[in-house]
Structure formats: C-alpha cells, structure tokens
C-alpha cells in the first residue's frame, strides 16, 4: 500500500516559499503520495474551487487518512499551525523543517513540541531537504511494529494527548477558565488588544490562564529563568486542557496560535476565533472553515465592539 503523506506550508500567511514547497513536494513523491500537491501551486488561488468550509473539510479528510505530515514551518502561518495541531492530537507522525538562516523565528510552542519521536523539527539549510526527508522516511520504513502498539505507545510519550478523549466530556467546572491565544514569536503588532480583552473577559467571566499573553512581556520566567520552549509546550498544553473555553485573537498570522487551535479542536473545547478585516489580508482557511456557529465560532469584528462579541459568546 502506497504511503500517504500531507504537505503543510504557508497559503495565506505568505507565498514567499512557494518554490521550496513546490520541490519539497517533488521529492516527498519518492516516498509515496503527497495528498496536498496544490500547496507547491503558483497559482493556486485560481486553481482552488472550494470555498473555505470545502477546503477545512476536505484537508481534515486528508489529514485523518495521511501516514505522515511534512510541514515546512518557516514562514508563519495560522493554518499550518492548526493542521499541525490537529495533526498531533490525530497522533500522526510529523516532521518540521524550519531555515534559521531566514532570520526568521520559529513559535516556541511548535519548537517545543518536539519529542525526537512522533513530532520532530529540523533546521536546515535548503540544499539539504532532500538528504533529511531521506533519513526521516527511511527511518519510518524500518519501523516494524504493529500500528496499534505503535499508537499506544506515541499516546503514552505525548503530553496528554491520551486523556484528550477522556476529559473533554467531562462534568463543566462551576468555575470558568479561559485560555486566551494571541501572537508572540509571530509579532506584538495587536499587544494592546489583547490585553483589552484579557481585562474584559478577567472582569466579566472567569479566569484567563493565559494572561501573560497580554503583558508587554510574554515570556514566562520562573525564579528569574526563562522557561524552555518544552516547558512551555507542556504548561500551556495543561492549561488549555483544564479550560472551559478558547478565545484567539487570529488577525495576527500566528503559527502558534493555529497549533493551539487545532489541539484545542482534538480536545473538543469550546472556541471563539477574532478576527479583523484588512486590505490584501486574508484569514485561514483552516480556521475560518473550521466555524460551525456552535463549538467554533470565527467572528470578523472591530476593536470597538470585542465587548459584544465577548458577551454574545460567553452568554
């Protein structure tokens, strides 16, 4: 049976890469089928048929069936965020490829996500995709074990990934918890709005376990030390898992944001998305796709109006 594999790059967020993706996605083509060959596409918009529902839709599809994901993370982006994300709460195999050299930075959350087994990151250089993409799959091809055992045993070395489906139907707590998601590593341009719907939501609904995302600094320290990307991959990944509700901030392209939104899709949490309108923007597919006016809200709005848009979810 021929190996199934989804390609992650940069749609909306920016097209810079498009080139790379295209021979990245070439070379994936010697390892089996690349189910998302139109992200290496020039034209792509014009090519693209689907509205953003059909496009959330049928790449989920993909991503339930695919035996690998490849994402190439080093332009940020909001989708590929959140299809890593889902993708990690699926328990699928994973594979970053992130340039230092761009001078780019890559969101702490996904680099903490690396556990050198079922989610790993590479930085590179971009000569050498083609020499990792053959050691990675090699590897996986010389892994002879049986599936279930396989899935088992990536649960168990996985950050609560295995109580997601135990704890999201859970008795509600009386007591309401936020998780709050705004961009970091992907630019402070909306810091100030953040930080006025963190008062809002602290003030008229409950605890915001994330409050550090509105400060002026972010960054988490603990006895003076800053805390390591892994530590915080496995603090925010517990807050979010005692969460009643998500609100996300997404004008911002955020690759972090968009993981947290796709774990918190696995964790069946309850999820409002903000987002702002502008010229020669566009948000996600993947997130505003995902909106079925229930548990997955995506709202286009003002500054001047977060405090409606607040109580209208909250109430």
């Known amino acids: 049976m021929s190996r199934k594999i989804y390609f992650c790059g940069s749609i909306r967020g920016g097209r810079q890469d498009v080139g790379l993706y295209a021979k990245i996605i070439k070379t994936l083509g010697s390892y089996g089928q690349v189910l998302t060959e139109h992200v290496g ?3 792509l918009d014009k090519n693209e048929d689907l509205d ?3 496009i959330h839709d049928r790449d989920v599809e993909w991503l339930q069936g695919c035996d690998a994901v490849v994402a190439e993370v080093t332009q940020p982006s909001m989708g590929v965020g959140y299809e890593l994300g889902r993708a990690r709460a699926m328990g699928k195999k994973i594979l970053c490829l992130f340039r230092p050299d761009t001078g780019k930075l890559l969101s702490g959350l996904v680099n903490g996500a690396d556990n050198g087994e079922s989610f790993a990151i590479k930085n ?3 000569e050498e995709y083609p020499g990792i993409l053959k050691e990675y799959f090699d590897q996986l091809s010389k892994e002879n074990v049986d599936e279930p055992v396989a899935a088992k045993k990536m649960k168990m070395t996985d950050d609560g990934a295995d109580k ?3 704890d999201t139907e859970s008795s509600p707590s009386k007591e309401r918890k936020v998780y709050f998601c705004g961009s970091i590593t992907g630019g402070r341009q909306d810091a100030s709005i953040y930080s006025k719907i963190v008062e809002e939501i602290k003030t008229s609904y409950g605890q915001v376990l994330t ?4 400060k002026e600094d972010p960054i988490i320290a603990v006895n003076g030390q800053k805390v390591s990307d892994k530590e915080i991959h496995e603090m ?3 807050w979010l898992q005692s969460s009643t509700d998500v609100v996300a901030e997404v004008t911002q392209v955020s690759t972090g944001v968009g993981y947290e939104i796709g774990r918190a899709v ?3 949490k309850r999820i409002l998305c903000l987002y702002r309108s502008r010229d020669n923007s566009r948000i996600s597919a993947m997130i505003s796709g995902a909106h079925n ?3 997955f809200i995506v709202k286009d709005y003002k500054v001047e109006e977060y405090v409606a848009v607040l109580k209208e979810f909250f109430q």
Not at 211 to 214: G, I
């Open 41 to 43: 596409d020039d034209d």
């Open 266 to 268: 696995g964790m069946n």
């Open 164 to 166: 997601e489906s135990q």
């Open 211 to 214: 409050e550090n995302v509105a």
């Open 236 to 238: 925010d990944m517990k």
């Open 293 to 295: 006016g229930t548990s």
């Open 124 to 126: 590179y250089k971009e």
């Open 52 to 54: 953003d529902k059909g």
